[in-house]
């Protein structure tokens, strides 16, 4: 059934650099087309990115990226070195910065976090698939 997608995962870890954050924009990309949810490219980049920054930014970690499929649902997940849990913010107007997790709860379908004993911490955000009908 094509537009479906079969369970399937991917994952991928990237250096501490500024670098990377674009590099995990490419994975998720990469895979997404390979299993053909073109549609879902540019809102699972998005939130890539912006976890991605946010590992960067503030756990100033390595971190890894994963991306699987279930039959309804595709879950990009971010995982740093750092327990700091992200907090939402109000960005005013004029602020370069603290919107990410806000446009992180709009184009997803839900996301969370989930900490470790170890001391880590995994940003995850969910993507509905759609079936072969849903256009």
Request: avoid cysteine; aromatic fraction near 6%; charged fraction near 20%.
């Amino acid at each position: 059934m094509a537009g479906i997608a079969s369970n399937w995962s991917h994952q991928a870890t990237f250096e501490a650099s500024p670098r990377s954050a674009s590099r995990a924009r490419a994975f998720v990309t990469e895979h997404l087309v390979e299993h053909r949810l073109l549609y879902l490219v540019d809102p699972v980049r998005l939130v890539a990115s912006e976890l991605a920054t946010n590992a960067l930014v503030h756990a100033q970690t390595a971190f890894s990226v994963s991306l699987a499929s279930s039959e309804q649902t595709v879950i990009l997940t971010v995982r740093d070195q750092s327990s700091a849990l992200p907090r939402p913010r109000v960005a005013r107007a004029m602020d370069l910065s603290g919107r990410g997790l806000e446009i992180v709860d709009i184009v997803t379908l839900d996301w969370g976090t989930n900490e470790d004993r170890a001391g880590s911490k995994a940003v995850w955000a969910s993507f509905p698939v759609r079936g072969p009908r849903e256009f």
